[in-house]
């Protein structure tokens, strides 16, 4: 997160930050199962869990956990892998474990007309498929 991305006193970064990350990944997961870059629909959950300040970096990843006919179901992490160290403008470390800082779930849709690829619903490959991405 860059300096330009923080809103907040202490150098706090907006949740919804967190959010546009997911939206980037949503995009590629549907591109990779669908050959569409599709619509987020809603979300039916979210938690920020631990603040973002500039100077983190911030792994966004996602998965499609279910697929209806037009619809695909996703579950989004975020985590701080690397911060900044105190007291220099810039030093960082890597972070052992990282910090779980924000999770979501929500449901994105592809049109039928849209769909380039075989739907995985119908496809042997239903229980073995995991699409998963990384920003």
Same mark, same amino acid.
């Given at each position: 997160?860059?300096?330009?991305?923080?809103?907040?006193?202490?150098?706090?970064?907006?949740?919804?930050?967190m959010l546009k990350l997911f939206g980037d990944v949503?995009?590629e997961l549907l591109i990779h199962s669908d050959g569409?870059?599709?619509?987020?629909?809603?979300?039916?959950?979210?938690?920020?869990?631990?603040?973002?300040?500039?100077?983190?970096?911030?792994?966004?990843?996602?998965?499609?956990?279910?697929?209806?006919?037009?619809?695909?179901?996703?579950?989004?992490? %975020? /985590?701080?892998?690397?911060?900044?160290?105190?007291? @220099?403008?810039s030093a960082a470390e890597i972070l052992e474990i990282? !910090? &779980?800082?924000?999770?979501?779930?929500?449901?994105?849709?592809?049109?039928? %007309? /849209?769909?380039?690829?075989?739907?995985?619903?119908? @496809?042997?490959?239903?229980?073995?498929?995991?699409?998963?991405? !990384? &920003?």
């Amino acid at each position: 997160m860059s300096a330009g991305d923080a809103h907040y006193g202490g150098g706090l970064v907006d949740g919804a930050y967190m959010l546009k990350l997911f939206g980037d990944v949503a995009t590629e997961l549907l591109i990779h199962s669908d050959g569409d870059e599709g619509l987020f629909v809603a979300y039916d959950n979210i938690e920020f869990l631990a603040p973002v300040k500039a100077g983190d970096y911030i792994e966004a990843t996602g998965v499609i956990t279910h697929y209806g006919n037009t619809s695909r179901q996703m579950r989004f992490e %975020a /985590k701080k892998v690397i911060s900044p160290l105190l007291r @220099s403008d810039s030093a960082a470390e890597i972070l052992e474990i990282p !910090i &779980l800082v924000c999770r979501a779930s929500g449901t994105c849709m592809v049109p039928i %007309a /849209k769909q380039r690829f075989e739907s995985p619903q119908h @496809s042997w490959l239903l229980n073995t498929l995991h699409i998963e991405t !990384i &920003l």
